[in-house]
Nanobody, 123 residues
């Protein structure tokens, strides 16, 4: 069964850090674009970061550049998103998704979605 499952969310204080995991099964993450998205209450879902096939490219939305880092562990078949220097506006449900075997992760269509993990930023 092809699926991705997110984990790692929780309550974090402003300025804090958290690492999200996107564990894949039924396919190999290194052969696909993997993206992270987030959706806050009352807002549209937005792309946060992605990594292309075989680490060919990475992309970050402007608001998280320098604070978030995407990485991959091919042995664990898992993609991570490290969130640092968190701000209240980063609070959202974060979801990962798998796309096609493309190097251009920012323009890839994403077809396999996880359920998401909540990140709450509050003191």
């Amino acid at each position: 069964q092809v699926q991705v499952v997110e984990s790692g969310g929780g309550l974090v204080e402003p300025g804090g850090s958290v690492r999200l995991s996107c564990a894949a099964s039924g396919f190999t993450v290194d052969n696909h674009a993997i993206g992270w998205f987030r959706q806050a209450p009352g807002k549209e879902r937005e792309g946060v970061s992605c990594i292309g096939k075989s680490d060919s490219s990475t992309w970050y939305t402007d608001s998280v550049k320098g604070r978030f880092t995407i990485s991959k562990d091919n042995v664990k078949n898992t993609v991570y998103l490290e969130l640092n220097t968190l701000k209240p506006e980063d609070a959202a449900v974060y979801s990962c998704a798998a796309g096609g075997p493309t190097e251009s992760c920012h323009t890839a269509p994403y077809a396999v979605w996880g359920q998401g993990t909540q990140v709450t930023v509050s003191s």
